[in-house]
């Protein structure tokens, strides 16, 4: 369905090893919003407990979200946009993150075989998420349902195509080009 405007924050999800980081941030620079990355809100704790093998209760992701969902609606009432890279596994985390807003904060779902993403784990380096975790991912995974309007776009091809696609998806539902947030002022030199 054609929207009147285009959100205000978009928020990328999928397993991990989905390429959520890659695909937000290369889409935050083309559109020209604001960039966070979902992992950056996570208590040490969590990190520790992923780092180890050891995967989140419920319980553990409940300050994390809320953490993101605060930045959401900061970005919102702000009158700015943002894209967030973040798993977002189950319908009742999307919930938490879209309240209030889920025709101003959308889910690109970022779609893909355990086998491709396996492989793509395989090749990461320095990241705490072990590959060893990706079947607690899918097993958590909740894909988005239609009532969450969710951009669902395949992982396969390279990431600036995965880009364009997600750009092209919100053009058609807009019906026009998609706003930069203004730049900030640079501040001028005293004149002397």
């Known amino acids: 369905p054609r929207r009147a405007s285009a959100p205000s924050v978009l928020i990328v999800m999928g397993v991990s090893g989905s390429g959520k980081t890659t695909i937000a941030s290369l889409l935050a620079r083309r559109l020209e919003w604001s960039f966070e990355d979902g992992d950056w809100f ?15 209760t419920d319980a553990d992701r409940a300050p994390w979200l809320g953490a993101i969902a605060n930045w ?5 009432r702000a009158g700015r946009h943002g894209v967030v890279a973040c798993s977002a596994l189950k319908r009742a985390y999307r919930s938490v993150l879209t ?19 396996a492989a793509r784990m395989a090749l990461r380096e320095g990241h705490f998420m072990p590959a060893g975790l990706l079947d607690s991912q899918f097993g958590a995974l909740e894909e988005p349902a239609a009532d969450e309007l969710p951009i669902t776009v395949s992982i396969e091809p390279r990431p600036n195509e995965v880009v364009e ?3 092209a998806a919100l053009v058609r539902e807009t019906g026009g080009p998609l706003a930069a947030d203004p730049k900030p002022e ?6 002397t």
């Open 165 to 167: 696609s997600i750009v």
């Open 99 to 117: 309240a209030g807003g889920r025709e101003a904060v959308r889910l690109v779902y970022l779609q893909g075989s355990r086998e491709l993403i």
């Open 186 to 191: 640079t501040p001028r030199a005293p004149e």
């Open 72 to 76: 959401i609606e900061e970005t919102r």
């Open 42 to 56: 996570h208590p040490p704790d969590n990190v520790a407990k992923m780092a180890a093998g050891t995967p989140l």
